[in-house]
């Protein structure tokens, strides 16, 4: 490529800031005046991005002409290319001021920007599909849109000021505080490396040959917003980056940044997005590894990307772009010659070794330390501490089924039988949920899924803390309990389908629900007007027709001693 083309349309410009005493003040007033939408993480994680430049040449939430045309042919109304629709969902339960000015807050309900003159328009219902490239509630976007309000807003953005970041603020930085540092390193090329996960020596070898092969700095920029459900947590990453950078790097040729970027793992389409984030922050090349910003395997186990197909793509647009992919394959350690190679580069016969991602977690599982030769001790001691023995590990057990079908009676047996173990747990049970937690949600397909995710959220935070969360829970639609499984984590959730058959239900009747279902004296009573979609691969299938309530917790406690959940 010629050096030339390294100049596209981007370069990070800023969002209106009302930064100025005088400015501020009068934007407060306003804002106690207004509407306001509270925010969640990932519209957060935009508008901190939009408002530093780093989605530039975006400047505000799109409007509809841009978003429907991002959808159909990846590009801006005014042809810029720009691969990833970037929306404000409206929220359902706040009064919707078409034309006029609203307030956006943060989860503490602070002020942080104010949109005017709202214009709305409606979501496109192929769009988790159109991004993702796939209807599969396996993928943690598509069962995440599935909840998604149909409306979006769009309009003039104000930014008054963004949550603070108390953790490793010395590495937030804005693209334009980023390119400053990287000129001043003093070389035009810059490689840069988007990562989730902890660096290993075979991640050492890739950046530092990619910033070798074009002479130029390194910027390893990990995404700290929200990635992959069930990923480490950054403060754990960060602190191993932090310490490789130091001691491992060499620090006039590399710059460590945070990026906290709400990745949606769209795979091909993603790494476009990718690339253009790091164009804005000053990076020429951009390092892109198999299988880029995928979520790994759908519902029938098969991946659901190829794993050079971002790859590929971004090759396709890279002129456009102006960013050059660096694309790697497989990398492979040869353990007579202490050194690392590319796996279709090593010579015939000579001896290699390698760890997968599983293989990795199933030694941090059993207590063993990594091997010098894959992690640096720094890393493997970092990791250990923040991945105690699988036993000792937080998990949730997630009883689904239809009412009466037994899953309070079960989860009270494994409840007890964990006890047993020594595993004391928190039981989320469906009913009891609903009477407090939960209390005034009705049964509409919104509000049932709603009382879901509270339930998962809970439970999500029991299990983060290595605690042991038991729900018995209706959960009828696959959308909402895959999204329960991404919130608690895949690794950690374990699915258990109380099978039992309808017309079982409807003789035990213990709360007389189906019989005034069937005199119509009810609606939206799962399994008699309001569907009951059975799990598509749950982790345990049960049935209380034909087995007791301790044979079938049994079962269970079986699964989770078999995956190791569970001591022997």
Same mark, same amino acid.
């Given at each position: 490529?010629?050096?030339?083309?390294?100049?596209?349309?981007?370069?990070?410009?800023?969002?209106?800031?009302?930064? +100025?005493? /005088?400015?501020?003040?009068?934007?407060?007033?306003?804002?106690?005046?207004?509407?306001?939408?509270?925010?969640? &993480?990932?519209?957060?994680?935009?508008?901190?991005? +939009?408002?530093?430049? =780093?989605?530039?040449?975006?400047?505000?939430?799109?409007?509809?002409?841009?978003?429907?045309?991002?959808?159909?042919?990846?590009?801006?109304?005014?042809?810029?290319?720009?691969?990833?629709? +970037?929306?404000?969902?409206?929220?359902?339960?706040?009064?919707?001021?078409?034309?006029?000015?609203?307030?956006? *807050?943060?989860?503490?309900?602070?002020? @942080?920007?104010? +949109?005017?003159?709202?214009?709305?328009?409606?979501?496109?219902?192929?769009?988790?599909?159109?991004?993702?490239?796939?209807?599969?509630?396996?993928?943690?976007?598509?069962?995440?849109?599935?909840?998604?309000?149909?409306?979006?807003?769009?309009?003039?953005?104000?930014?008054?000021?963004?949550?603070?970041?108390?953790?490793? =603020?010395? &590495?937030?930085? !804005?693209?334009?505080?980023?390119?400053?540092?990287?000129?001043? *390193?003093?070389?035009?090329?810059?490689? =840069?490396?988007?990562?989730?996960?902890?660096?290993?020596?075979?991640?050492?070898?890739?950046?530092?040959?990619?910033?070798?092969?074009?002479?130029?700095?390194?910027?390893?920029?990990?995404?700290?917003?929200?990635?992959?459900?069930?990923?480490?947590?950054?403060?754990?990453?960060?602190?191993?980056?932090?310490?490789?950078?130091?001691?491992?790097?060499?620090?006039?040729?590399?710059?460590?940044?945070?990026?906290?970027?709400?990745?949606?793992?769209?795979?091909?389409?993603?790494?476009?997005?990718?690339?253009?984030?790091?164009?804005?922050?000053?990076?020429?090349?951009?390092? $892109?590894?198999?299988?880029?910003?995928?979520?790994?395997?759908?519902?029938?186990?098969?991946?659901?990307?190829?794993?050079?197909?971002?790859?590929?793509?971004?090759?396709?647009?890279?002129?456009?772009?102006?960013? @050059?992919?660096?694309?790697?394959?497989?990398?492979?350690?040869?353990?007579?010659?202490?050194?690392?190679?590319?796996?279709?580069?090593?010579?015939?016969?000579?001896?290699?070794?390698?760890?997968?991602?599983? /293989?990795?977690?199933?030694?941090?599982?059993?207590?063993? !330390?990594?091997?010098?030769?894959?992690?640096?001790?720094? !890393? =493997?001691?970092?990791?250990?501490?923040?991945?105690?023995?699988?036993?000792?590990?937080?998990?949730?057990?997630?009883?689904?089924?239809?009412?009466?079908?037994?899953?309070?009676?079960? /989860?009270?047996?494994?409840?007890?039988?964990?006890?047993?173990?020594?595993?004391?747990?928190?039981?989320?049970?469906?009913?009891?949920?609903?009477?407090? &937690?939960?209390?005034?949600?009705?049964?509409?397909?919104?509000?049932?899924?709603?009382?879901?995710?509270?339930?998962?959220?809970?439970?999500?935070?029991?299990?983060?803390?290595?605690? $042991?969360?038991?729900?018995?829970?209706?959960?009828?639609?696959?959308?909402?309990?895959?999204?329960?499984?991404?919130?608690?984590?895949?690794?950690?959730?374990?699915?258990?389908?109380?099978?039992?058959?309808?017309?079982?239900?409807?003789?035990?009747?213990?709360?007389?629900?189906?019989?005034?279902?069937?005199?119509?004296?009810?609606?939206?009573?799962?399994?008699?007007?309001?569907?009951?979609?059975?799990?598509?691969?749950?982790?345990?299938? @049960?049935?209380?027709?034909?087995? !007791?309530?301790?044979?079938?917790?049994?079962?269970?406690?079986?699964?989770?001693?078999?995956?190791?959940?569970?001591?022997?």
């Amino acid at each position: 490529m010629d050096e030339s083309s390294l100049n596209p349309p981007y370069g990070g410009t800023l969002v209106d800031l009302a930064g +100025l005493p /005088a400015e501020r003040r009068e934007w407060a007033a306003r804002a106690k005046t207004l509407p306001s939408w509270q925010l969640g &993480l990932r519209a957060l994680c935009d508008l901190e991005l +939009l408002a530093c430049g =780093a989605f530039s040449p975006l400047r505000g939430f799109m409007g509809e002409a841009d978003y429907r045309r991002v959808l159909a042919e990846m590009r801006l109304l005014d042809g810029t290319f720009f691969p990833m629709p +970037l929306t404000l969902p409206v929220p359902t339960d706040v009064p919707v001021p078409a034309g006029g000015d609203v307030v956006l *807050r943060d989860a503490r309900n602070e002020p @942080v920007a104010l +949109l005017s003159g709202v214009a709305l328009f409606e979501r496109d219902p192929d769009e988790a599909r159109i991004v993702a490239g796939t209807e599969d509630t396996r993928h943690p976007l598509v069962a995440e849109m599935a909840h998604w309000p149909k409306t979006y807003a769009s309009g003039r953005l104000q930014v008054l000021g963004l949550p603070p970041h108390h953790d490793f =603020a010395v &590495l937030r930085r !804005t693209p334009a505080q980023v390119r400053q540092l990287l000129a001043e *390193r003093g070389h035009p090329r810059v490689v =840069a490396f988007q990562t989730r996960n902890p660096i290993h020596r075979a991640h050492e070898w890739i950046t530092r040959k990619a910033a070798a092969d074009v002479d130029g700095t390194l910027l390893i920029h990990p995404v700290v917003g929200l990635t992959k459900p069930g990923d480490l947590d950054h403060f754990t990453r960060v602190r191993c980056y932090a310490l490789l950078a130091e001691r491992y790097y060499e620090p006039e040729r590399t710059l460590l940044s945070l990026l906290p970027l709400a990745m949606r793992m769209a795979g091909p389409r993603e790494a476009l997005w990718h690339a253009l984030i790091r164009r804005n922050y000053g990076a020429s090349h951009f390092i $892109v590894g198999r299988d880029h910003a995928s979520p790994g395997l759908d519902s029938a186990g098969q991946p659901f990307y190829g794993p050079y197909d971002a790859q590929a793509l971004l090759a396709t647009h890279q002129e456009e772009l102006g960013v @050059v992919p660096v694309p790697l394959g497989e990398v492979v350690y040869l353990p007579d010659e202490d050194r690392y190679e590319e796996a279709d580069r090593v010579p015939a016969g000579r001896r290699t070794v390698s760890l997968s991602g599983t /293989a990795v977690r199933a030694m941090l599982q059993r207590g063993e !330390t990594l091997p010098p030769w894959f992690t640096r001790p720094e !890393t =493997a001691r970092i990791l250990q501490e923040a991945h105690p023995p699988l036993g000792r590990r937080g998990f949730c057990v997630w009883f689904t089924g239809l009412s009466g079908a037994g899953k309070t009676t079960i /989860a009270d047996v494994v409840t007890v039988l964990l006890l047993e173990r020594g595993r004391s747990s928190t039981s989320l049970d469906g009913d009891v949920v609903r009477t407090h &937690l939960s209390k005034g949600l009705g049964f509409s397909r919104e509000d049932r899924d709603t009382n879901i995710l509270r339930i998962a959220f809970v439970a999500s935070e029991v299990v983060r803390h290595h605690g $042991v969360a038991v729900v018995a829970a209706v959960s009828p639609y696959q959308a909402t309990r895959d999204q329960a499984r991404d919130l608690i984590g895949p690794d950690r959730f374990v699915l258990v389908h109380v099978a039992t058959p309808l017309e079982v239900c409807e003789a035990r009747d213990t709360k007389g629900l189906y019989a005034r279902a069937r005199r119509g004296e009810v609606l939206g009573v799962t399994g008699i007007d309001d569907p009951y979609e059975a799990p598509l691969a749950p982790d345990v299938v @049960v049935t209380t027709h034909n087995q !007791t309530p301790e044979q079938n917790a049994r079962e269970v406690l079986a699964h989770l001693v078999a995956r190791g959940l569970v001591a022997a």
